[in-house]
């Protein structure tokens, strides 16, 4: 069964405004998100992550936020630009067995100028 | 410094046929995963390697499948009659260490077509 979910197969953003990429997970267990971005024929390129332990990481453009109650959480990219078209996955993982990510099916941004 | 290579990049092969893909981490990297993706779904796990032992193979979905990593390097990744639904992009990931904060870093995966 899928446990960390994106709901929205895709999405279309006007460059230079927001872009909001939700995730939703079912595991009570998993303390460590990370979203990872991926480009045509290339493998996933990791993003940013955010542990259990906080609400909210920034990395420039980029911030993710988390609600632990609602086992929720979105990835913000402000402003958006065409170069950031590409399909982002949301992954999750329980830090305690350390290594096996499990993703979404991932969101298809576009960029539009 | 170059990044994670995976060999061959496409590979197409009949039913009930053998294939070796091959995986070339990061110089350094002592964790080396093993995932598949197949069509419209995200990776899904198949397999970790902590040095040279498989620490988790619990992902791989029957026996038909098995990999190696015999150097703590390089790693292959072996499936035995092949069939249609093996169909899918095998990506191989690499980190530096154990914990879930070590980023996995994937190569480009190998598309592999069974018909």
């Known amino acids: 069964d899928q446990q960390v979910k994106q709901n929205s197969p895709s999405l279309s953003v006007q460059e230079g405004r927001i872009s909001i990429l939700n995730c939703d997970y079912t595991n009570s267990m998993f303390d460590y998100f990370l979203w990872y971005k991926k480009y045509p024929a290339e493998g996933p390129t990791f993003l940013i992550s955010i542990s259990s332990i906080k609400d909210k990481n920034e990395d420039g453009r980029f911030t993710v936020f988390l609600n632990k109650s609602a086992k929720h959480l979105s990835l913000h990219i402000v402003p958006s630009q065409p170069g950031d078209s590409a399909v982002y996955f949301c992954a999750a993982t329980d830090s305690n067995s350390g290594y096996a990510l499990n993703f979404g099916k991932g969101t298809s941004l576009l960029v539009t100028p | 410094g170059a990044g994670v290579s995976q060999t061959p990049s496409n590979k197409v092969t009949e039913k009930g046929k053998y294939v070796e893909l091959r995986c070339d981490p990061i110089?350094?990297?002592?964790?080396l995963y093993w995932y598949r993706q197949s069509l419209g779904q995200g990776p899904e796990f198949l397999i970790y390697?902590?040095?040279?032992?498989?620490?988790?193979d619990s992902g791989l979905p029957n026996d038909r499948f098995f990999a190696v990593r015999p150097e703590g390097s390089v790693s292959t990744l072996k499936i035995q009659r092949t069939e249609r639904g093996d169909s899918a992009v095998y990506l191989c990931a690499s980190s530096h260490g154990l914990a879930a904060t070590d980023t996995q870093y994937f190569g480009p995966g190998t598309r592999l077509t069974v018909l």
């Open positions: 390697f902590q040095g040279t032992g498989a620490a988790d």
């Open positions: 110089s350094g990297h002592t964790a």
